[in-house]
């Protein structure tokens, strides 16, 4: 069964970090595009970040740029990502999801992703 399970998400104080995993399992994510997504209750997807599937390029929104950190470990076949100097505006459910990020598309079209882990910033 092609499946993705994040966790790592928590409740942490503005300038805190949380590293957040993504966990595969019914195909390598090393073989495809991987993306990280936010949603805010009531407010569209956002796009995090990005990870190329031949060369392991990165991208990342401006609003997150310079803060977090995609990364990929195909021994355990997991995507990871690193939030670091975090904001109250972080504050969202995060997805990771197989594919590339389409503007105004919904979750559930998104054909592997994962339940989301609640990322909550606050003091």
């Known amino acids: 069964e092609v499946q993705l399970v994040e966790s790592g998400g928590g409740v942490v104080q503005p300038g805190g970090s949380l590293r957040l995993s993504c966990t595969a399992s019914g195909f390598n994510i090393s073989d495809y595009y991987m993306t990280w997504l936010r949603q805010v209750p009531g407010e569209g997807l956002e796009w995090v970040s990005s990870i190329y599937s031949d060369d392991g390029r990165t991208d990342y929104a401006d609003s997150v740029k310079g803060r977090f950190t995609i990364a990929r470990d195909n021994a355990k076949n997991t995507l990871a990502l690193q939030l670091n100097s975090l904001k109250i505006e972080d504050t969202a459910m995060y997805y990771c999801?197989?594919?590339?990020?389409?503007?105004?598309?919904?979750?559930?079209?998104?054909?592997?992703r994962g339940q989301g882990t609640q990322v909550t910033v606050s003091s």
């Open positions: 999801v197989r594919g590339n990020y389409g503007l105004g598309v919904p979750l559930h079209d998104y054909r592997v």
